[in-house]
Structure formats: structure tokens, C-alpha cells
Nanobody
Framework: QVQLVESGGGLVQTGGSLRLSCAASGRTFRSSAVGWHRQAPGKEREFVAAISWSGVITNYADSVKGRFTISSDNAKSTVYLQMNKLKPEDTAVYYC?????WGQGTQVTVSS
């Protein structure tokens, strides 16, 4: 089983920044990539970004390219999502996922 704990969400103004963290634990999690997804009210959950634990491979949704950066710290078993130039449409609950497991989510609210 893999345990994922997100943190770092909050309220920020348009143009601001936040850094989300996903602390992972459990067996075999390092064999899978880690991803961030988000779900806004009334909308389906959508992919945001993903990274291999080696950090070599990253992937981003078009809507966040150039603004968000995903990274990993193997020593801390933590994956980060640095979010810059935030927009109101980035408002959502952000979830970390790995090996089919999901964290509890962290709320990000961007005010206009």
C-alpha cells in the first residue's frame, strides 16, 4: 500500500505562487511515477503534471505549462508542485497520485 499526504494549499491572489508537497510512503511507490491532478467544483478531475521518481521524465497539462513545475526529492520521498502566476481558473482541490493510490487532497483558491 502507498500512503500519500498533500500539503501546501491555501488562498492566494491572482498572479501569486504556492508550493504543494506530496509526501509518499509505503512499498513499491518508487516504481511508479507520481502525478498531480485537480478537481474544480462541478468539473471532472483533470491531470496537471507528473514526474518519474528519478526526476528525468516530467509531463504537464497544456493549461499549466510554463507556470507550474513538478520536482522530486528522493531523500525526503516527496514530490513538489511549484505553482506560479496563478489564475482564478486554477482554483481546485489538488490531489497527488501514485500506483493507483490517491491522497486526501489540498485546496487551492485563487482570488481575482
Amino acid at each position: 500500500q502507498v500512503q500519500l499526504v498533500e500539503s501546501g494549499g491555501g488562498l492566494v491572489q491572482t498572479g501569486g505562487s504556492l508550493r504543494l508537497s506530496c509526501a509518499a510512503s509505503g512499498r513499491t511507490f518508487r516504481s511508479s511515477a507520481v502525478g498531480w491532478h485537480r478537481q474544480a467544483p462541478g468539473k471532472e478531475r483533470e491531470f496537471v503534471a507528473a514526474i518519474s521518481w528519478s526526476g528525468v521524465i516530467t509531463n504537464y497539462a497544456d493549461s499549466v505549462k510554463g507556470r507550474f513545475t513538478i520536482s522530486s526529492d528522493n531523500a525526503k520521498s516527496t514530490v513538489y508542485l511549484q505553482m506560479n502566476k496563478l489564475k482564478p481558473e486554477d482554483t481546485a482541490v489538488y490531489y497527488c497520485t501514485c500506483s493507483g493510490y490517491w491522497g486526501q487532497g489540498t485546496q487551492v483558491t485563487v482570488s481575482s
